[in-house]
């Protein structure tokens, strides 16, 4: 691999700093990863690996057995092609074009102004380090990089049967170290959709945009239980019950760009009546404090403006703006149930992703999440009564299943005896409230043996993502040791 000029590509293990340096390199936000996997392709050929590519995106690298241990399990090292586009509001930046820009920051190493794509890129790194270091010791060694996994997980859902030789799957897409993950949630996508009427009576109306900003933000999964705020949520609270002294209407919305993103900021252009400008800004003022009040402790830079905007569309009709205000205002968001058999665990999760104005309607994106069908079929009851309430529909799409747990799981005991030998601790092992693609990979492989590890990514999704530098390193010697403790397959 060519060396990059950036600071990280010197850090250690260098192995894994060095891959990582120019995945950052390579624009690969999900649906616009072909740039990296063909990087890839063309790498692992040079490298003299077998590399294929399914009708998914799906790419598949083949090393053989260290010689002497031919006879071990084969082992799939498994991690996700693409990486979450997010940015701050001033930062410049085309995820299909422009590199990621990561810095080392004291213990960590960030990214100026946008997500570091630490998810899952430090894992693809290990994967392809492992692929081409000649001093690892291994079994037959197959590495499978999926496409799409953070819009969709596409490349999980195309996966064939029969594809894949290995006997244990380790998936790198876990972001604690010293956890490892025997399970996880499924999940399904909703979508609302509210059609537009818009009225003509709209002479004599001043034009704002009204917007909530500066949130954390965060992942859907790893981080509905912390609390943070959801942007779409306090915006559709001020439109419903903050502006009551003003004659307030709505012109359009938006917020939020993922539906597995908490969303950090979303706006709505309103009008007002000329002569209700004063009252509008004091309204904006006094909800601004009660925010700082309510939520300054755990989103500090929390902003709520007001700024005049020119869109020229008519307002939309009372009973349009009345429905579709009522039903964000109402739509259950965050935790909605812990786990009785995981403590600490969120059951069922619901994320209130993104809000869209297009041209004949407006579409708000909706992201459930449970550790039990029943959980995801409840949510599902919810919205559909909410939907019904609103008059208005909703679909469901993408529903993938959860990762059941198993205790009897031999790579799991081997991950615990091979760290405490190294650390002289024992791992936590857990659930994780989060989509991993281990529960649709038992759909076309269901005696596959996995687990699901990876070193500390804090605020993956944001731009506060981080990943911790000696985490890496304690991450990539349990890879090593994993891989040299793989059994003798069965006579």
């Known amino acids: 691999m060519e060396s990059t000029v950036s600071e990280i590509s010197q850090l250690s293990p260098r192995p894994v700093w060095a891959f990582f340096d120019q995945i950052c390199a390579i624009p690969h936000p999900s649906y616009h990863e072909s740039q990296l996997a063909q990087f890839i392709i063309d790498w692992a050929k040079g490298r003299g690996l077998d590399v294929r590519q399914d009708q998914t995106g799906n790419l598949l690298i083949r090393k053989p057995a260290t010689p002497g241990m031919e006879n071990r399990k084969g082992v799939v090292l498994q991690a996700h092609l693409d990486m979450v586009p997010q940015k701050n509001e001033h930062t410049v930046h085309d995820f299909t074009r422009d590199p990621i820009r990561p810095y080392v920051d004291g213990d960590w190493v960030t990214a100026d102004g946008t997500t570091l794509g630490a998810d899952n890129g430090i894992g693809m790194a290990s994967c392809l380090a492992v692929l081409d270091a000649d001093d690892i010791e291994h079994g037959p ?26 006997d244990i799957l380790l998936n790198t897409d876990s972001e604690q170290e010293g956890e490892v993950y025997m399970g996880c949630a499924g999940g399904v996508d909703a979508s609302m959709h509210f059609p537009i ?15 909530i900003k500066g949130l954390k933000g965060g992942h859907s999964g790893v981080d509905i239980h912390t609390g943070r705020a959801n942007a779409n949520k306090l915006l559709a609270r001020l439109l419903s019950h903050h502006l009551g002294e003003t ?21 709505a252009d309103i009008a007002v009546p000329a002569d209700q400008q004063q009252a509008l800004a004091a309204a904006i003022d006094d909800f601004a404090m009660l925010m700082k009040a309510e939520l300054g402790q755990l989103e500090p830079q929390i902003t709520v403006i007001l700024e005049p905007c020119d869109n020229p569309v008519a ?10 205000l009522a039903a964000l205002n109402a739509a259950p968001n965050g935790v909605v149930r812990m786990s009785d058999d995981i403590p600490g665990v ?15 309607r407006i579409t708000v994106l909706f ?8 959980g995801r079929e409840m949510m599902q009851g919810m919205l559909q009564s909410l939907a019904s309430l609103a008059n208005v529909t909703v679909e469901f799409s993408g529903a993938y299943p959860g990762w059941k747990p198993d205790p009897d799981s031999q790579i799991m005991h081997i991950f615990r005896d091979t760290y405490e030998g190294i650390y002289q601790r024992k791992p936590d092992i857990m659930v994780i409230h989060a989509g991993l693609e281990c ?24 731009p506060d993502e981080k990943v911790h530098i000696d985490s890496v390193g304690h991450y990539w010697q349990q890879m090593q040791a994993i891989l040299k403790a793989i059994p003798a397959k069965s006579a």
């Open 141 to 166: 060694l197959e590495v499978l990089l999926t496409t799409n996994e953070e819009a969709g997980m596409d490349g999980a859902f195309g996966l064939e049967a029969g594809w894949l030789n290995g």
């Open 197 to 211: 009427e818009r009225q003509t009576d709209d002479e004599g109306l001043a034009r704002f945009t009204v917007g």
């Open 247 to 267: 004659d307030t209407r709505l012109l359009a919305l938006r917020g939020g760009t993922l539906r597995n993103a908490i969303p950090r900021e979303a706006f």
């Open 315 to 324: 307002p939309l009709t009372r009973a349009v703006q009345s429905r579709l």
């Open 346 to 360: 969120v059951e069922t999760s619901l994320n209130l992703g993104v809000i869209n104005t297009e041209e004949d």
């Open 367 to 374: 992201l459930i999440r449970s550790l039990i069908d029943s």
């Open 439 to 462: 529960g649709l990979f038992k759909k076309p492989y269901p005696t596959m043996d996995m687990i699901s590890f990876g070193p500390t990514i804090k605020f993956p999704h944001s």
